[in-house]
């Protein structure tokens, strides 16, 4: 239904099939505001009266005889509208099509058959017709009995037996019925031998399904016959995987399935399938399900009122399979684009500018597919306000320059001390009016400076009056074009190809031709007074190479743009081939292919080289991991081992802290009380830095001579701290390596024991305070 209030139909024509000869009504009934005007078309043109058919009282057409076209006399078949007028506007009903009822001759009919008893039977028969006929069966001259569970008849013409016997032999008939005809098909026997072997059978579909198309609520079969032995289990599924479901489906026979009101839904390819009982060894068969749907609406328009020069608006969105087209009608006619009316979204959308008088109808979405078509009605009315000026005159618009244009009018004759301004509409020539654009003038102002505008460009031009109530109509729309003007500088850039050619690069200007112009190129050495050249090029070029140029010049180079108004500012540029020259001796021309063998050798050494850094920093790893596990257990077995009985840890820090710059007398006292060491075993545990068979430079002393004891200050720590210390450098190793014989580095100054001196053996000498705890 239409949802204008004014004018809307309640119910409207469909599809049907008439009988030759005899009567038939098409359908139409109209609600809106009385008085309502009821007339019909046939393929667009309107029906004249005639005794042929008959209007009536509810706006229902009558064809009192239905005919086909016979002896020059035309057709009643085709496109029926019914169309309604009253004073809001016009709408037409959607298409019905009107076809004769027929029946043609078989095409196929059943073939003769031999089955074993047990086996299958399959007979078929096509025959086309309008409305679609119906098929029986007769079994010598006798209807079949349908209540037979081995009969199983399909819609479309087949007969299936299954579980022959020896009763089911005779001569079968195919029988096809419709308003127009009955037809019988020539007779097919069947024959049916006896029993059979037995033997195993692998499973085979005889018949699969067919390709189908289809409209929403009809009725689906899909056939699917199976033999084997033993007698094959048949199922379905459909490809995609998604269930058949089980509402309107039915299972016909020993496989046919059957899907009563069909939706879009059911849409897919569907799999038959025979299985071996009990194993799974199967057989499969498909078909494609096509559900069309008659196009209906998601979103109907509405009826809308808006001022006189603003902007209506309607949106109709319909679905439906395959997905509809959308035209629009105003009052009847078919609405395109153009002028102020736009359709944007796949025509779901209107869109009306600047309304006047003249857009009051009834607009119409017309939505239709292959299934059928819907339509939809609202109405537009434009409200003009009482007391409105009058539209502008003498518009006038006259070029100033080539981005100028100056704008006059005079006031309107009537209505015009309410006004409040004027707003001037401005878009290209050549532009679609939805590109236009405004600008405000105050209402004192009769001429208004357009600025900013393109040279050489033809621009329209149209002006309105506004009130606080509304706007006044469109003046005369005037054109004027732009002056024209020599184009500006092109960007210019040069790049040097060789020691002897330059390539000039610069932005194409296709507008250029437009207007009788292009490029002029001069170039000279600096040195020289004239210019090579013009050198023409059209608008369209955007390089140009030089060539053959002398390589130790500094060369100069202008490129200009012109037209028919003259040639523009050049842009200018120096470049010198001095540098080229010499690069290219320096650096003769790439050979490619070497280049290529070259990278792909530098990466294959990137990678060997990779790999062998990562194996390099895994042995590292592991080396430090070892070493310093072993020089911490070197350094407690030295402790285990030359230590003496020590009480805890409290009652030895004083003792080590008193070292630290003590006496001679003093430290001689405290070295009475432990345990000297054999410096030989600890030169064998511990050799010296130079023991590697390198002589030692310094000079020997004598191991008997004291030692400058008062001239050294000395830090001790007890050797746990040497573990602590190991996972440092290794100089950082240094004072426990060389703990009894190593030289003290010469850096170190006297802070470390010299040579011959006896240490502690549980203690490492460090260069941090005594007191510092590690």
């Known amino acids: 239904l239409g949802h204008s209030a004014e004018l809307a139909f309640a119910v409207e024509p469909s599809d049907d099939v008439a009988v030759p000869g005899q009567p038939i009504v098409l359908d139409c009934k109209v609600e809106g505001t009385p008085p309502v005007r009821i007339t019909w078309r046939k393929n667009g043109v309107e029906l004249p009266e005639s005794t042929h058919s008959t209007l009536l009282a509810n706006g229902s057409l009558m064809i009192h005889h239905f005919r086909l076209e016979r002896g020059g006399s035309p057709s009643d078949e085709g496109d029926y509208e019914c169309v309604a007028q009253n004073r809001f506007g016009l709408v ?123 409209t929403v609520h009809q009725t689906a079969v899909l056939e699917c016959v199976a033999t084997g032995n033993p007698r094959p289990i048949v199922s379905w599924s459909r490809l995609d995987g998604r269930p058949i479901g089980v509402e309107g489906i039915q299972v016909l026979g020993t496989g046919n399935l059957i ?57 109709c969105q319909a679905q439906g399979e395959p997905p509809p087209h959308v035209t629009w009608l105003k009052n009847g006619q078919v609405l395109g684009p153009g002028g102020h009316v736009r359709l944007r979204n796949n025509n779901s959308t209107l869109t009306i500018s600047g309304i006047g008088p003249e857009d009051e109808a009834i607009y119409q979405c017309v939505a239709e597919n292959s299934a059928g078509s819907s339509q939809a009605s609202a109405r537009l009315t434009v ?86 109530r509304g706007a006044s109509s469109a003046s005369v729309p005037t054109l004027a074009s732009t002056l024209g003007e020599a184009p500006a500088p092109p960007p210019l850039s040069v790049r040097v190809l060789g020691s002897s050619s330059l390539q000039l690069l610069w932005e194409p200007w296709p507008r250029l031709a437009q207007h009788e112009g292009g490029f002029k190129l001069f170039y000279r ?81 990137i990678v060997i080289g990779i790999h062998i850094g990562v ?53 001689g006292q405290l070295g009475r009380d432990e345990k000297h060491v054999d410096m030989k075993e600890l030169e064998q545990l511990f050799p010296p830095a130079g023991a590697a068979g390198q002589p030692d430079p310094r000079p020997t002393q004598d191991p008997a001579a004291p030692a400058p004891c008062e001239e050294t200050q000395l830090s001790t720590l007890p050797l746990q701290g040497c573990g602590l210390m190991e996972g440092k450098t290794a100089e950082a190793t240094a004072p426990c390596a060389g703990l009894a014989a190593a030289p003290p580095p010469p850096d170190r100054g006297p802070g470390l024991l010299s040579e011959g001196q006896t240490a502690r053996p549980t203690e490492a000498w460090v260069t941090q305070p005594a007191h510092s705890e590690q």
Not at 192 to 197: H, R
Not at 281 to 306: D, K, M, N, W, Y
Not at 392 to 405: D, K
Not at 438 to 458: G, I, N, R
């Open 92 to 214: 037409v009903s959607r298409k019905a099509r009107i076809q004769a009822a027929t029946m043609s001759d078989f095409h196929v009919h059943p073939q003769a058959t031999v089955g074993e008893e047990g086996g299958v039977a399959r007979f078929q028969c096509q025959i086309h017709g309008l409305p679609e006929p119906l098929i029986t069966w007769e079994k010598n001259r006798v209807p079949i009995d349908t209540d037979n569970e081995r009969y199983t008849l399909l819609p479309k013409g087949v007969l299936q037996i299954t579980g022959l016997r020896a009763e089911d032999s005779g001569i079968f008939h195919c029988v096809a019925s419709n308003i127009a005809s009955i037809r019988i098909s020539h007779g097919a026997r069947l024959t049916v031998s006896g029993s059979g072997s037995g033997a195993y059978k692998e499973p085979a579909i005889l018949v699969g399904p067919e390709n189908l198309t289809l």
């Open 383 to 468: 409200l003009w306000a009482e007391g409105l000026p009058g539209p502008p005159r003498n518009v006038r618009a006259v070029s100033v320059s080539s981005t100028e244009v100056r704008v006059s009018w005079s006031e309107p004759l009537a209505n015009t001390k309410e006004i409040i301004g004027y707003v001037l509409h401005i878009r290209k020539a050549a532009d679609p009016p939805e590109l236009e654009y405004q600008e405000a003038v105050s209402k004192s102002t009769f001429q208004h400076l357009v600025s900013d505008l393109e040279p050489s460009t033809a621009y329209s031009f149209y002006i309105k009056a506004y009130t606080p």
């Open 615 to 667: 194996t390099c920093i895994i042995f590292c790893v592991l080396f430090l991991l070892f070493g310093q596990r072993g020089r911490v257990l070197l350094c407690k077995d030295v402790e285990n081992q030359l230590s003496p009985p020590q009480g805890p840890r409290n009652q030895r820090d004083p003792g080590i802290l008193a070292l630290n710059g003590a006496r001679r007398g003093e430290r």
């Open 525 to 605: 050495p600096a040195s020289k007074t004239s210019f090579t050249g013009p050198i023409l090029l059209p608008g369209t070029v955007s390089s140009y190479n030089l060539s053959q140029l002398d390589p130790t010049a500094v060369y100069e180079v202008k490129l200009l743009a012109y037209n028919q108004h003259g040639d523009g500012n050049a842009t200018v540029r120096f470049v010198s081939l001095r540098g080229a020259s010499e690069r290219t001796a320096l650096s003769p021309p790439c050979d490619c292919r070497k280049e290529k063998a070259a990278n792909q050798t530098s990466t294959t050494g």
């Open 259 to 315: 899907i009563s009101d069909v939706t879009v839904q059911h849409s897919g390819v569907y799999v038959c399938a025979a299985n071996r009982p009990g194993t799974r060894v199967r057989r499969t068969a498909q078909g494609r399900l096509v559900v069309q749907a008659p196009a209906e609406f998601v979103q109907h328009p509405q009826s809308i009122s808006r001022p006189a020069g603003t902007t209506a608006m309607f949106t």
